[in-house]
């Protein structure tokens, strides 16, 4: 018999419940719901009964059970560090949501207590995984799109009126809500970091960034536009324009749609959960979910598709993107 990942969820809220949904979506001799931790025991009750788990009223408890081999940590932003280093201290394998540190420092703390204890550790990027990602990087790689020389990305979403969006203390913003989307798209583009980066934006009356305009300069004439805004939807597309024409990604963090040309275009049928998914295309976290089994059974510590240096890159870039706009705690 092979692997089986016993998985556990740390958090109850919607995210989790998709991510449990997707997860039910894949070969049960490769997954299972083991066990889920939260705060509130009534709705951590409920969640684990709807999908068939165990219940720990504490995270402490979810990293002591010998029967979880790999924890998704989906709580709030301000949380993710913590909960990451007591999986990580206790022998877990850890899927983190990003962002997994608040700052530059905390996601390499992580990284590197990762690296000591020879344990496999993923950013939940979940856009990396889509095989719209794949089909596109064949075809910038064919020479599809000639010299990639700029990528322009919009990501707009009224989330102004949501706690955890509005609040410093629990870790909200535009940058780390939607920025981060945008910035792992350019750098899976452009691969080298950029040699400039300048901001400007708002902040809110609580003190978060709610907008965001950013340009960065990359070696060899490259550049990226960035523009995140929680007050107002956008387009929400990415255009990456090459010297051979441009392709335009819509739902650029999940897409299941790629148009190369008029002749050439590709759509992904998401799988069906048992249960109603609450955000735009969640089924599709079930790629990063399989991504997490395939690289553990062939004895990876971090996947390919999101390497632990690009994470730690990203959370740098968003570290001086934040401390441009005025938001970045430098005491974390």
């Not at 790629?287 to 990203?314: A, N, V």
Request: glycine share 8%; hydrophobic share 40%; proline share 3%.
């Amino acid at each position: 018999m092979g692997l089986q990942l016993r998985w556990g969820v740390c958090g109850t809220g919607m995210i989790a419940h998709d991510f449990l949904t997707a997860l039910g979506t894949l070969p049960a001799d490769q997954h299972r719901a083991g066990a889920v931790a939260g705060k509130e025991r009534d709705r951590t009750q409920r969640l684990a009964s709807l999908h068939q788990a165990r219940m720990h009223d504490s995270y402490e408890a979810l990293a002591a059970d010998d029967n979880i081999d790999i924890v998704f940590v989906s709580v709030l932003n301000l949380q993710h560090y913590e909960i990451t280093k007591l999986m990580l201290e206790h022998g877990k394998h850890v899927l983190c949501e990003k962002p997994m540190g608040m700052t530059h420092k905390q996601t390499r703390e992580l990284v590197n207590m990762a690296r000591a204890r020879k344990l496999f550790l993923l950013e939940g990027m979940w856009s990396r995984f889509f095989p719209a990602y794949d089909a596109l990087d064949k075809h910038i790689a064919g020479g599809g799109l000639g010299e990639v020389y700029h990528v322009n990305v919009q990501f707009g979403v009224e989330i102004n009126d949501i706690e955890r969006n509005l609040m410093k203390d629990l870790g909200g913003g535009a940058v780390l809500d939607l920025g981060l989307y945008m910035l792992q798209l350019v750098q899976w583009i452009f691969k080298k970091p950029p040699s400039d980066v300048v901001c400007t934006g708002h902040k809110s009356n609580t003190g978060v960034d709610e907008s965001m305009s950013c340009a960065l300069k990359y070696p060899e004439g490259k550049t990226a536009s960035l523009a995140a805004h929680t007050r107002v939807a956008m387009g929400n597309k990415a255009e990456i324009v090459g010297t051979k024409g441009a392709v335009t990604l819509d739902y650029f963090w999940c897409p299941t749609a790629l148009r190369l040309s008029a002749a050439n275009s590709t759509e992904w049928t998401l799988p069906r959960g048992r249960f109603n998914f609450h955000f735009h295309n969640s089924a599709g976290l079930s790629y990063q979910i399989q991504e997490c089994y395939d690289c553990i059974s062939k004895g990876l510590l971090e996947s390919p598709k999101l390497p632990l240096d690009e994470s730690i890159l990203l959370s740098k870039l968003a570290d001086t993107m934040r401390s441009q706009l005025g938001v970045l705690d430098n005491e974390l």
